[in-house]
């Protein structure tokens, strides 16, 4: 039985399902491919993606090749309770709620993967973490999984981290990896969405202001181009001195977070590694300082030292929490510092998703059509899989393109 907060609010997501699978058309003639040809006829597959209605829909088209589903969320706040409601209600597996506890969340985890899954679709490593914590508690697992496939950067680098140390038991294809997921979506998507999740929190003015931007990699290179385009005065840290050095060309000014402190009014941490705003920082911080984080885990803002130093904490808004120093400044932290654009909004847009989804299913695909061929670690995305979105895609928006002539591909070729 579904574990989700009430059945009633299906209505409501299912019209958001149904807003999004307008604006995925590439997902959309993949379905009625899968529909056609049921690739999946038989295998169960375990899911564990931000539950909002992209992926909700992403759900229903893995659902039309076949899948038996068995779904949750890969973040506590991420989860939309209608959305699931609305999965529900139609019979899929359901195991998420908004807001819920560590513990509950872990159970939900687990809830997914109890059924012996034939493939993983993993937001961030949590379901891959997992199987190989139960090992050999859990005989089942190993048996029947076939493969699985990585949605984000952090979820690659916890994959990579196991694939060197030989622990990787499986395949796990690098969904991030593809031209058609991170160039579009950790870029495009992240910019607007982030800018979207603070506008609508804060409900506050961009242009003008000071933001400082920590990590200038595929999202980070989103979040300061959209924060230009709105008028914002944007600094970039870095750690890594290419990517330093092309913020520096694309026209940012680039300093250490410690001189950077002192001067942003918005903090995007978008990194993937921990401790990227520490309590220092803060206290460098100008009085009324926002600092949010889009990177996957809620590390990379020192959430705990926050909590422990503060003199006074209160909700200032929805979503908004307010740190009082010692040293009599305000910081204000955006969702308890989880990835803002889907914690405090709807994730990437739908058209972005469109790509990452078709990615994430064609990849999956590949999965079966490559059952027992592929060697326990990570793969990476068949660059046909890419070229065969792109060319979707294109078609969807009425782009065409030229084609090399036969001589052109010999010149190409050599
Ligand atoms: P990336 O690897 O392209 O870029 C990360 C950048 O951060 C690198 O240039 C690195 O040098 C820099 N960095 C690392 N530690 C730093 C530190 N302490 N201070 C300053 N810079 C530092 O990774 P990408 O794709 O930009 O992803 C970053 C994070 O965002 C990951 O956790 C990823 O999973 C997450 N992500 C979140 C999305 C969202 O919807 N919020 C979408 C896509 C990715």
């Not at 309770?81 to 513990?103: I, R």
């Not at 997921?181 to 409900?203: A, C, E, P």
Request: negative net charge.
């Amino acid at each position: 039985m579904s574990t989700i907060k009430d059945l009633n609010l299906a209505p409501s997501g299912e019209r958001k399902i149904r807003w999004v699978e307008a604006h995925m058309p590439v997902l959309r003639d993949i379905g009625s491919d899968f529909a056609r040809e049921k690739p999946f006829s038989g295998l169960k597959i375990a899911l564990s993606v931000h539950l909002e209605a992209k992926t909700a829909y992403l759900c229903r088209v893995l659902e039309m090749g076949g899948a038996e589903m068995h779904v949750t969320g890969s973040n506590p706040l991420s989860t939309q309770d209608d959305v699931a409601a609305a999965l529900a209600a139609k019979g899929m597996d359901v195991h998420a709620v908004y807001g819920c506890t560590d513990e509950e969340y872990q159970a939900h985890l687990r809830n997914v993967l109890s059924v012996g899954p034939n493939i993983i679709i993993d937001d961030g490593g949590d379901l891959v973490d997992l199987i190989h914590l139960l090992g050999g508690k859990c005989a089942d697992l190993g048996e029947h999984l076939i493969g699985g496939c990585e949605e984000t950067t952090t979820g690659i680098h916890r994959l990579r981290i196991m694939d060197r140390a030989g622990t990787l038991r499986f395949p796990m294809i690098m969904v991030n990896d593809a031209d058609c997921k991170h160039l579009f979506d950790n870029r495009y998507g992240t910019g607007q969405s982030v800018w979207d999740g603070i506008m609508r929190t804060t409900n506050l003015v961009v242009a003008g202001k000071y933001v400082v931007v920590a990590g200038y990699g595929w999202g980070g290179k989103g979040v300061a181009l959209r924060a230009k385009g709105l008028g914002a005065k944007v600094i970039v840290t870095e750690v890594d001195p290419i990517r330093a050095l092309e913020a520096v060309m694309d026209g940012y000014e680039v300093m250490p977070m410690m001189d950077a402190a002192a001067i942003g009014d918005i903090f995007v941490s978008v990194t993937g590694c921990k401790d990227v705003i520490t309590l220092e920082h803060c206290e460098r911080m100008k009085d009324g300082a926002i600092v949010s984080n889009a990177g996957h885990f809620n590390v990379e803002i020192d959430m705990e030292a926050l909590d422990r130093c503060a003199d006074e904490i209160y909700e200032a808004r929805h979503n908004i929490d307010a740190y009082r120093l010692p040293n009599g400044k305000t910081i204000y932290v955006i969702a308890q510092g989880r990835l803002v654009n889907l914690a405090a909004g709807d994730g990437h847009p739908a058209e972005i998703m469109d790509m990452s989804f078709a990615v994430q299913a064609m990849s999956a695909e590949y999965l079966v059509r490559t059952r027992g061929q592929l060697r326990p670690g990570v793969v990476s995305v068949p660059a046909e899989i890419d070229d065969n979105i792109a060319r979707r895609k294109l078609k969807a928006m009425g782009v065409s393109i030229d084609s090399l002539s036969c001589s052109q591909k010999e010149y190409l070729n050599g």
